[in-house]
């Protein structure tokens, strides 16, 4: 049974960077062929998609957050970790690490095979 679990501060002051980290147990975050993606719910609005890093290691971003957004990985420890920079209070959201067998991102949590609980994020000073 794989499971995802994300790590990370709550709260972040405006315009500095949040970092989350996803641990990842049953499963190798380099096996062949899935998908390594951030995704997060603000309030009361539609699950945005982040990004992805690949199995191969190659990472694409939703263009809408890419000039703020990096992810990478740590094989060693079989973790992938979002970096999202220069956050606002509208950054505030839930954040969830997901695996999906297609690059095409869900539209819906449930879409992913699996998924973490979610870490709430909030933004402020």
């Known amino acids: 049974q794989v499971q995802l679990q994300e790590s990370g501060p709550g709260l972040v002051k405006p315009s500095q960077t949040l970092s989350l980290t996803c641990t990842v147990s049953g499963g190798s975050i380099t096996t062949d062929i899935y998908y390594w993606s951030w995704v997060r719910q603000p309030p009361g609005k539609d699950l945005e998609w982040i990004g992805y890093i690949a199995y191969s290691g190659s990472t694409y971003y939703s263009p809408s957050l890419k000039s703020r957004t990096s992810i990478s990985r740590d094989t060693s420890k079989n973790q992938f970790t979002l970096h999202l920079n220069s956050v606002t209070p509208e950054d505030t959201a839930v954040y969830y690490c997901?695996?999906?067998?297609?690059?095409?991102?869900?539209?819906?949590?449930?879409?992913?095979?699996?998924w973490g609980q979610g870490t709430q994020v909030t933004v402020s000073s």
């Open positions: 997901a695996r999906s067998i297609d690059p095409r991102p869900p539209s819906r949590l449930q879409e992913y095979d699996y």
